[in-house]
């Protein structure tokens, strides 16, 4: 069991509007400084997505890059992810965009599938054409699995040569349409990753606070972050913001005695741009 733990910040996302939340950081400046601040609390990767000036989810590369320059700034060692996410443009020109700012890491999303009230389409072809542009630009993947079909795509595009290791995966429980975050179903989905690649996991929504301590305790790493959820408590009464839950998590490892993966370790395993 390892005793680091990988914290993935996932501050932004594409779902919460400064009306659900005012705490989530919309602006390329409030991304910064926020995910500059998890950096000095203990972070490893931040999963970045970008929004436009209205605050609507953008693929553009203009404002990636003013993000991920920003970030580079002030964490210079830190893991940068960027989002593919096809969810509001499916098309490859457009989520491929972010790939050629060569951040560390793009995330792949292995499948198709269903959000509560929004679609993920995420074709063969699609999937092929963004594992083949990382693998281009030296681009890790990030590969994110809602479902054990996900898991089996992964291992699929692993055998063909379609990516290349080091391999992180994160796996994402209790969305509608996807695995729960229950025992049987974590139990399930972490014995079909091969030993030796790095899983970090995730709870949506109220499922966040369990997830993060079944994954800390069981030596796995944790994805945290508004993007996910943006309550504090379970009931829903307070609203989170992203260093009330990071300094939670750190609460946890204490607890738990584990210590940071630190962004250097982790980042030399093979996880930085190689291409930079
Ligand atoms: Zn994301």
Redesign the pocket.
């Known amino acids: 069991m390892s005793l680091h733990t990988i914290i993935n910040f996932?501050p932004?996302?594409?779902v919460p509007t400064k009306s659900d939340t005012p705490h989530v950081p919309i602006s390329p400046s409030e991304i910064i400084e926020q995910t500059h601040e998890a950096y000095e609390i203990g972070i490893t990767i931040a999963?970045?997505?970008a929004r436009d000036s209205d605050g609507v989810p953008t693929y553009k590369k203009s404002v990636y890059q003013e993000i991920f320059e920003g970030v580079r700034k002030h964490c210079p060692d830190l893991i940068i992810c960027g989002?593919t996410?096809g969810r509001n443009f499916p098309e490859l020109e457009k989520r491929s965009e972010v790939i050629e700012l060569k951040p560390d890491m793009c995330?792949l999303t292995l499948s198709s599938l269903n959000f509560m009230k929004q679609a993920s389409t995420n074709a063969p072809d699609i999937i092929q054409g963004l594992a083949a542009k990382m693998k281009e630009y030296g681009v890790v993947p990030e590969l994110?699995c809602f479902d054990l079909g996900m898991i089996n795509y992964g291992s699929y595009l692993i055998k063909k040569g379609l990516i290349e290791g080091p391999f992180y995966w994160n796996l994402l429980f209790g969305n509608i349409a996807g695995m729960q975050a229950n025992f049987s179903q974590i139990g399930l989905a972490t014995s079909q990753i091969p030993s030796g690649d790095f899983i970090s996991l995730a709870g949506l929504g109220a499922n966040q606070l369990t997830v993060t301590g079944m994954a800390i305790a069981m030596g796995y790493g944790v994805r945290i972050g508004l993007?996910?959820n943006i309550w504090f408590d379970k009931k829903g009464g307070k609203l989170a913001t992203n260093r009330d839950l990071l300094l939670r998590t750190h609460e946890l490892m204490a607890i738990h005695g584990k210590s940071l993966y630190s962004p250097k370790a982790f980042g030399e395993l093979g996880f930085y741009n190689r291409k930079k």
């Open positions: 996932c932004t996302g594409m999963h970045l997505h989002s996410s995330s994110e993007e996910d």
